[in-house]
């Protein structure tokens, strides 16, 4: 199955090194290219592409009300968007992790990297790395109101609500498997249970709604 993406850059070179690298690859290929946010949403509802490579500073509309517009539309629900920024810190990024983005790159992410994102989000991956879950989260649930826990997780069973935990403080399947003593497997069954339950689109929403339901908060982070 081919991977067809759409890039989303104000910058001409920046979507010439990507189309020129992502092209090469044998199962993915460049369906599009939008230089404003408006256009890629535009473009994303003409073509539905797998995954959006979508720049958060554009002229018109910014990518991050391009992303909100893309992941609320319900024909697009398939639709994987990974923000792209300069910092890994970029005061942006949680919010468009809440608007729906399923993860971010920086920009001068290595090559091999930026092809592996793109295979990992199209698989239904989140792609935050456990390191950058713990900074970025704490950093700006920390700066949000005090938690409130929200009626659907009572949906979840114990197990489920434990492990919901376990991805908001950014551990793997194989590292919630560890800590709870069963199969990756297993765990990887109750992570996306939970995911469903809480109508989360991907583990990195997964991430925030551990923030913003109480199940997790920055002060846990080690």
Request: proline share 5%; aromatic share 4%.
């Amino acid at each position: 199955m081919t991977i067809r993406v759409l890039l989303a850059d104000d910058q001409v070179l920046v979507r010439a090194g990507f189309r020129s690298l992502l092209d090469a690859q044998p199962d993915v290929t460049v369906v599009g290219e939008a230089d404003d946010g408006r256009a890629a949403v535009a473009l994303a509802r003409q073509l539905v592409p797998d995954v959006v490579l979508m720049d958060i500073r554009m002229p018109e509309l910014d990518g991050l009300a391009a992303t909100r517009m893309i992941t609320e539309d319900p024909v697009l629900a398939a639709v994987r968007i990974v923000v792209l920024t300069t910092f890994e810190l970029d005061e942006y990024v949680f919010e468009a992790l809440r608007s729906g983005a399923a993860g971010f790159l920086v920009k001068d992410t290595e090559p091999a990297e930026l092809v592996r994102a793109v295979r990992a989000v199209h698989n239904g991956d989140g792609l935050l790395s456990p390191g950058v879950t713990r900074r970025l989260i704490s950093e700006f649930a920390a700066r949000s109101k005090e938690p409130e826990e929200s009626a659907p997780l009572a949906r979840l069973t114990e197990r489920e609500r434990e492990v919901v935990a376990l991805v908001g403080l950014g551990l793997t399947n194989s590292e919630i498997a560890g800590r709870l003593v069963v199969s990756p497997l297993t765990a990887k069954t109750h992570v996306s249970r939970a995911m469903v339950k809480l109508g989360a689109r991907d583990r990195a929403q997964l991430v925030v709604l551990a923030y913003e339901s109480g199940l997790v908060r920055p002060g846990w982070l080690g």
